[in-house]
């Protein structure tokens, strides 16, 4: 058999961690892969409950449906302490952090401008999908959960307190 018909074989990869920096990097992306979607779901989640609580005090709560309010003050009380926080950092102040709060939740449910509610109601979503996208950044690794992938111990073993 000549050299022309001896079939070429690719060199063997030799050195030290050669395979084990392919899985290091393949797991570091699905890890950042996976972090990416807890932030981008915290964020969607976040930013729903505004838009939730709108249509719900403009739209929906009537006379006859009065027990929906408790669905939006369920939205205000998930909100207002994200809200404060988040103002608390440029204004400096706790008071006039959770006045600044209060305001634009009160402003967005209460005011009969529509422009004016809705401007409320847009920075509201914003602000909400920021700090939910910083919040649930700040852990290593993303939440587990059964719902999300965790293991068989229904992610018991493996689940990140929420600060």
Known sequence: MSAIDTPMRKPA???????????FIA???ASTWQ???HRSLAAIAAGFL???????????????????WALVGASLI??????AEWAEGWCRSRIK???FAVLLEGVMLASAIQALSLTGLMLLVIVNAAFAWR???????PHRSRVLGGDA?????DVLPME
């Open 78 to 83: 998930y909100s207002a302490p994200s809200l």
């Open 50 to 68: 505004p838009v939730a609580a709108y249509v719900l005090a403009h739209v929906e709560i009537t006379a006859e449906k009065p027990l929906l």
């Open 135 to 141: 919040q649930a950044g700040e852990n290593k690794e």
């Open 97 to 99: 952090a959770w006045a």
């Open 153 to 157: 111990s229904g992610g018991a073993s």
């Open 35 to 37: 972090r990416a979607a």
């Open 27 to 29: 797991s570091r992306t």
């Open 13 to 23: 990869q030799r050195g030290p961690g050669t395979g084990k920096r392919r899985s």
